[in-house]
């Protein structure tokens, strides 16, 4: 039985990090991966011959968000994915939860605005359009964290504890429309928490941090309650293919083990980036008010000086 369309699943030998990381492309993931990339490039490339800069880190960020969808969805990672609960929870914390936050730190909404030509007065192009979309009530809903949450939350529980993920694991095209879930999820929980791109929803960042630690806890309890069940959970896993020589319920309790500790790495990975962002926009900040004051003589402390002599005066 061929479970994902480009790999005998079923006459996999025992699994090993090196059969893992063997190529075994996905043509959709391939696909949506290599054009990701060109269209990014071209976008680079566009502002480099106009004269302008682009930061390097964003690139490096883009590109390393883009090939960890590509090495799990194009590898035999892939393959064991549709037999292996252990190594499908990899696949699915990987891409809803590590290529979104590097996609995101690439910018590539802010990138594209910036490649794409104005098509003049009164007329709309794709650069107009984008912008409709930016600020569109759909996109403020599908940021909102009353919206983002529970969709991140759900994504864990209403699929992997109903009959809904075995019918998603039985083609490949629910298969595909999964993992696209996946990450689509990943880049609308982060966007507006880390984004480096403009976004409808954007708080302070004090409630950025509480934003991201609302969801998390919730996959810590999800992995828990896979690592305590005293039987498989999820139907497509119960019988792993004997050549696996694995045991479904030692698999689960690894598979749980890893969805508790991803609730940890990016959480950590947030953070950080949240607080790198956060020191660059006081330091901003703080060069703009200094450039004032140079501009204006520092009008606002001789403003303050006076107030200060007339409360003197007045004392006096």
């Known amino acids: 039985m061929d479970h994902s369309g480009h790999g005998m699943t079923m006459d996999l030998p025992p699994f090993t990090l090196g059969r893992g990381l063997a190529w075994s492309a996905d ?10 990339l060109a269209l990014y490039g071209w976008g680079v490339l566009r502002l480099t011959r106009r004269g302008d800069k682009w930061p390097v880190g964003r690139t490096v960020s883009f590109v390393a968000g883009v090939l960890s969808v590509g090495l799990m969805m194009c590898t035999k990672l892939n393959d064991y ?8 929870m990899v696949q699915h914390m990987i891409i809803s939860m590590v290529s979104p936050i590097l996609l995101l730190l690439g910018a590539p909404i802010t ?3 910036r490649a794409l030509p104005t098509a003049g007065r009164g007329r709309k192009g794709p650069r107009e359009v984008l912008l409709m979309l930016l600020h569109s009530r759909y996109l403020r809903i599908i940021t909102h964290p009353a919206f983002t949450i529970p969709l991140f939350i759900a ?15 039985g083609s490949q095209v629910g298969h595909i429309g999964m993992m696209v879930h996946f990450l689509a999820v990943g880049l609308v929980f982060f966007w507006p928490i880390m984004g480096v791109d403009p976004g409808p929803h954007r708080p302070g960042y004090v409630m950025r941090m509480l934003e991201l630690f609302a969801g998390m806890p919730f996959h810590a309890f999800f992995g828990i309650a ?12 119960e019988n792993p293919p004997a050549s696996l020589g694995i045991d479904a319920l030692s698999d689960q309790n690894a ?6 500790a991803f609730s940890e790495v990016p959480s950590v990975l947030v953070l950080l980036a949240l607080l790198f962002q956060w020191y660059a926009s006081e330091e901003r900040q703080a060069r703009r008010s200094d450039r004032a004051a140079d501009r204006d003589g520092d009008k606002e402390l001789e403003a303050y000086n006076a107030y200060l002599a007339s409360l003197n005066t007045r004392g006096g």
């Open 81 to 88: 994915g549709m037999v292996m609960f252990s190594v499908h």
């Open 27 to 36: 043509p959709f993931f391939l696909i949506a991966c290599l054009l990701g």
């Open 255 to 260: 598979a749980g083990g890893i969805a508790w």
């Open 111 to 113: 990138l594209t605005l």
């Open 226 to 237: 896979l690592m305590m069940a005293s039987g498989p959970m999820v139907e497509t896993f």
């Open 155 to 169: 994504s864990l529980y209403a699929l992997y504890f109903t009959p809904l993920f075995d019918f998603l694991m």
